[in-house]
């Protein structure tokens, strides 16, 4: 599977590009497949021979650009649950966001088709798992309402920072600081896990 660094300009990748700038404009419910093969100027066979329908082609998209999301998820479960795998959880999944905006920005503009596509549910089930990596299974309720928020300010200021000037990398680091606060306090010291090596051992 590609990644979306290295996408090139064959044919199914063109389709690709080519439908998630309609749907973005246009809208998904109002985008045919006629006007995507229009756009790409090759014949609706030719769209077929790849993808059958506007959801086979979501799928598709979906399934290439959260690749990142879902190795972070392998990564971050296999690690201690520390504040500080935390804080790499959020850095990386802001890096994530990065390659996968022109999805998100889809999913934004079309939350009533999402609702009703397969990715939908998909999406829900990795935002809850991403959810789980970050808070503790005794937190407090304003503390999980602090690692969920974390979450979706990361969504959020995606599109709300694209109206506000200024560099656009300053606005990722000033996104994901805060982010980065939010889990921090939902972390206190008092119910952050000890590390083994890290534990303090009583003089004799």
Not at 15 to 41: H, M, N, P, W
Not at 42 to 53: G, I, M, P
Not at 107 to 113: D, G
Not at 164 to 181: F, Y
């Amino acid at each position: 599977m590609s990644t979306p660094q290295a996408r090139r300009g064959n044919t199914r990748q063109r389709i690709q590009d080519v439908a998630l700038e309609l749907f973005s404009e246009q809208g998904y419910e109002k985008t045919s497949l006629r006007e995507i093969a229009e756009k790409l100027e090759v014949t609706k066979a030719a769209l077929y021979y790849h993808f059958k329908t506007k959801e086979d082609i979501v799928i598709s998209l979906f399934q290439d650009l959260t690749s990142p999301i879902d190795e972070l998820i392998v990564w971050a479960q296999e690690q201690p649950r520390t504040l500080e795998t935390k804080h790499e959880l959020i850095r990386r999944y802001s890096e994530s966001l990065r390659s996968a905006e022109p999805l998100f920005r889809f999913m934004q503009e079309n939350q009533a088709a999402v609702r009703d596509l397969s990715i939908g549910e998909r999406f829900k089930e990795r935002m809850l798992t991403l959810f789980g990596l970050l808070k503790e299974p005794d937190s407090e309720l304003s503390d999980q309402v602090r690692c969920i928020t974390a979450l979706f300010s990361m969504h959020a200021g995606m599109f709300a920072m694209q109206n506000v000037e200024g560099d656009p990398e300053e606005k990722r680091r000033a996104i994901l600081e805060v982010a980065t606060e939010l889990v921090t306090a939902a972390n206190p010291p008092s119910r952050r896990p000890v590390r083994p090596d890290s534990a303090q051992t009583e003089a004799p």
